[in-house]
């Protein structure tokens, strides 16, 4: 069965230091997003990307934050500064499509997540 | 979206089945209701979601009142791997991103 996969599985960096996290989305998938938890907190959306360009964004998701699809296959979300408060598990997910007017709110299926850990 | 309510958690014993409600009374007509689940700290993992009629997928069934402002995930016969934080979610059709709540923690016990 198809799956969404991240590397790495932890990370770990300096505050300040840039971090790249990666992402697979399953294959014939078109929207693909990103997510977080903090230990012991709820996930938290970060922002959803379709046809090259964001579509939503939250409030968490500040300039510090970037993401792209640098090829047919990858899904990467870039933290140009890490802080310490960027520490926590970050979900990736994709789904075949998104809502539309043809009342179709497609699954996000998610991977198992990037742990990251800011020292 | 429609704010969700979960019990914060919920004992079942190995091997009966697993009653998981949700309140979301301030539902519209185009919100869809989606289940996930989360295992310890791994990525979420989609259960079944339903917009007005009862759903059954190979992992649990979805039951959803008449008035669509409550449902019930129902996991048949639970085992010792369904041991997991429950969410229930609802969503339009028009959104993208999921809001997760605080869920359900489920412990199933031997």
């Known amino acids: 069965e198809p799956e969404v996969t991240q590397t790495p599985s932890h990370q770990v960096t300096q505050m300040g230091q840039e971090v790249i996290l990666r992402c697979v989305p399953i294959?014939?998938?078109?929207?693909f997003y990103w997510y977080r938890q903090i230990l012991g907190q709820k996930v938290e959306f970060l922002v959803s990307?379709?046809?090259?360009?964001?579509?939503?964004k939250s409030e968490i998701f500040d300039d510090q934050f970037s993401v792209e699809r640098p090829d047919g296959s990858n899904f990467t979300l870039k933290i140009r500064s890490t802080k310490l408060e960027d520490s926590a598990m970050y979900f990736c997910?994709?789904?075949?499509?998104?809502?539309?007017?043809?009342?179709?709110?497609?699954?996000?299926?998610f991977g198992p997540g990037t742990r990251l850990l800011v020292l | 979206d429609a704010k969700t309510t979960q019990p914060t958690s919920m004992d079942c014993a190995e091997g009966r089945a697993a009653n998981l409600p949700c309140n979301h009374s301030?539902?519209?007509?185009?919100?869809?209701v989606y289940w996930y689940r989360q295992i310890h700290s791994q990525g979420p993992q989609y259960i079944i979601h339903?917009?007005?009629n009862n759903e059954t997928n190979e992992m649990a069934s979805l039951i959803i009142t008449e008035d669509r402002k409550s449902s019930t995930l129902i996991l048949p016969h639970a085992t010792l791997r369904d041991t997991a934080v429950y969410y229930c979610?609802?969503?339009?059709?028009?959104?993208?991103?999921?809001?997760f709540g605080t869920g359900t923690s489920l412990t199933v016990i031997p």
């Open positions: 997910a994709s789904s075949e499509v998104a809502g539309t007017y043809l009342h179709l709110q497609e699954t996000q299926y």
């Open positions: 294959s014939n998938h078109l929207y």
């Open positions: 990307f379709y046809n090259n360009e964001i579509s939503e």
């Open positions: 301030t539902i519209s007509g185009n919100e869809y």
């Open positions: 339903g917009l007005k």
């Open positions: 979610i609802a969503i339009k059709n028009t959104g993208n991103q999921f809001y």
